[in-house]
Each structure stands twice: as C-alpha cells, then as structure tokens.
C-alpha cells in the first residue's frame, strides 16, 4: 500500500482502524441517529478509509439509498469496493478525492459525515468546509466527530511514561501539520461557512481495562510508540517504561484511563 496519510495507509494500519471503528461504534451510531441518517437517502463518508463506516452507513439507508465513499488513497477505496462487492453491497460507490483542494467534491447529497478527518486538514479546513457544503442539498446534515483535546489523556494511578505518550500524540498530529483541538474551531468555522449549528455534545471518558476504549488505547501504544521513538517524540527508556507500566496498569482492578475529548457536532446546510 501507498502511504497518503502521515498515519499511514498499510494492512496494519487498516487493521487497526478495525479496531478502533469497534472501540467507537455505539456513540458513532448514536451520532447518525441524532443526525437523522436513518432517513437520508445518499450520504456522503468523508475520510472513509477503508470503509468501516461506509458498510455500516449503507445497511442504515438500506439498498434504495446510496452512500458515496471519499478518499484520497487508492489502497483503501479498492480495499473498500472489494469488501463491498465480497459482501453483496451494491449501495456504496467510491470517489477519489482530496477536500483540501477546491470544488474536489459537488453534488446534493441528503447527510454527510467524517470521523477524525478534519484534524488533518488544519492548513485548508475553510476549503474542505465549503467542499462539504457544495456537496450538500439545502437542509443537508452534516454529522462531524472530531478531537474537542487529546490533552485529557491521561491515567491512574499515574504515569509519567503514559503522559510523556500522550504529549508524544499532540506533538506528532502538529509536526505533520495536524490538529489535536479542531472541535474548538470547529462550531464557528461552520457557521462562518452556511452552515447551522444544530447540536454539539462530548463523548469520551474514563474506562476501566475491560473496556472497549481501553483496548483502543493499548493498541495505539503497540502500534505507534516505536514510531514515536523513531520520530524522536519519545525516548528508548520512556517507551520501555510505558510497555511495563501499561501491563502492569492493565491488571489492577481499580486502573482507568481519561480517553480524547470527541465532540459531536449535527449541522444543516442553510
């Protein structure tokens, strides 16, 4: 696979992204339900990937609606429209595109939707916003789930290693030209760009080891604290600290983690 993404686009990384789609489902379906999806007939998946919420955007607007998949990588609009088409999922159809550029993306689609997708678009936000509404009939929603912080991230009992982790987060999205608090631009960006503001909400919190965001966590730890060393985000010594400090905090009962701040926001083009 290619690499489009400073993340990465390779079969680990997709994997991964299995993953986390998982740790995030019930408040990404409880978002689609606030925003009315159930009754849109063509959405429109911005930053798809490949396609986790695009197969299960689909199933919600059923086979008389349509969902079309965006991205800007290859690799994962043929990973998706493979899995599609082994699936029997007619109702998705993929477009290459990149938001940052202008008028890369026009139609009148009923709801859009992204996930962890404007953060990487920092430098040409106001672009991809306007590309969202140009996509968008009058009256369209457009349902986002975007960092608010990542500065919450933290643990107990506490860690030094883990926090050095977490800062490693922030400075890595900004060294690639990211942004850990979008969600804070976000609301007057869209109303500046046409757009009503019609709900905002924060998901997010405290999870104990069983649970499913705690999972997600540990395997951003396995996947990318080597990366960070190699980056110089953190140190041999810390990453070695943060793989014996995260098993060790895995198999005490009464350990949490404080997850990313996610804002929800629900808009309608004007």
């Given amino acids: 696979m290619s690499s489009d993404y400073f993340i990465g686009v390779n079969e680990e990384e997709v994997d991964r992204l299995r993953t986390q789609h998982e740790a995030w489902r019930p408040e990404t379906e409880l978002l689609w339900k606030n925003a009315g999806f159930t009754s849109c007939r063509s959405i429109l ?3 798809c990937g490949p396609g986790f919420t695009s197969l299960d955007l689909a199933r919600i607007v059923g086979s008389s609606g349509e969902i079309c998949a965006v991205d800007k990588a290859d690799s994962y609009l043929g990973l998706l429209a493979d899995r599609a088409r082994a699936g029997g999922v007619t109702n998705v159809r993929t477009k290459k595109a990149d938001l940052a550029q202008r008028h890369s993306l026009t139609g009148s689609f009923d709801g859009a939707f992204c996930r962890w997708f404007l953060a990487f678009l920092t430098d040409n936000m106001d672009v991809a916003i306007e590309n969202v ?24 009992p506490p860690s030094e ?3 050095a982790n977490s800062r490693a987060w922030i400075e890595f999205y900004s060294r690639h030209g990211g942004d850990t ?20 909400r924060c998901v997010g919190g405290m999870a104990a080891p069983q649970h499913r965001w705690w999972a997600w966590w540990g395997r951003l730890i396995r996947d990318f604290g080597p990366k960070f060393v190699e980056e110089g985000l953190l140190q041999p010594q810390q990453l070695d600290a943060l793989q014996r400090d995260w098993a060790d905090l895995s198999g005490q009962p009464h350990a949490f983690i404080y997850t990313p701040i996610l804002l929800q926001l629900i ?4």
Wanted: proline residues 4%; glycine residues 10%; charged residues 20%.
């Fill in 267 to 270: 808009a309608e083009r004007v």
């Fill in 181 to 200: 608090t979008v969600g804070q631009s976000l609301p007057r960006r869209l109303a500046s760009s046409g757009f009503r503001v019609r709900s905002a």
């Fill in 133 to 156: 509404r140009q996509s968008l009939r009058p009256g369209g929603v457009f349902a986002a789930m975007e960092y608010l912080t990542l500065r919450s991230v933290t643990c107990a």
């Fill in 45 to 47: 998946d911005l930053g």
């Fill in 161 to 163: 290693a883990f926090d």
